[in-house]
């Protein structure tokens, strides 16, 4: 394949990726008209980063119908594995002087999950990427998902802000969304 040809793959697949990143992060990454190969791969290298580090690479979610608890359950998910930390382990921070009341930090303010976050459920860790929603970790530990009724609408957790653990009525001074 002649060099001109890969260049305009390797451009169009930044461009891809570019548009792949939200609004706010395009501003950050300009796509501009770049002369050779060796510029070209690392924008390349440079948004996949970008989309890794601040976003959220999938937009459509995952489902699969499962058996929780003797119960017919969908459990649905966005597939950002990189993303997920667990319950128990996705940083924080305090809200109050409550132990009870925090705040999980958004994805824009994380790295990449650990591949191994530490945590197990029935013996299953967290999955490969190539084994999202068939482990018990992704039903008990995963904050990215949610488990509905058959039929029931999904709507999944939306991590590019602040998630707050507990409601705005419940805490004092009626912070949090």
Known sequence: MEKPQVEKQLYDALK???EQVSPALQALVPVKKLD??????????QARTIL?????????????DIVFCEQPKV???DGNCD??????????????DDPDDYV???????????ANPGTYEGGHGKPTSDQKLESKWCARQCERHVMVDPGEAV???DFSRRRYNKAPHVREDGTGS
């Open 104 to 114: 999980f930090l958004s994805d824009g303010e994380l790295g990449v999950a650990p």
């Open 83 to 96: 993303k997920a930390w667990g319950y128990n382990t996705r940083p924080s921070r305090p809200v109050s």
């Open 52 to 64: 890794r580090k601040y976003g959220s690479k999938r937009t459509e979610q995952l489902t699969r």
């Open 36 to 45: 050779n190969y060796v510029e070209l791969v690392s924008a390349q290298q």
């Open 75 to 77: 459990l649905a998910c």
């Open 16 to 18: 891809d990726l570019v």
């Open 155 to 157: 709507v999944l957790p």
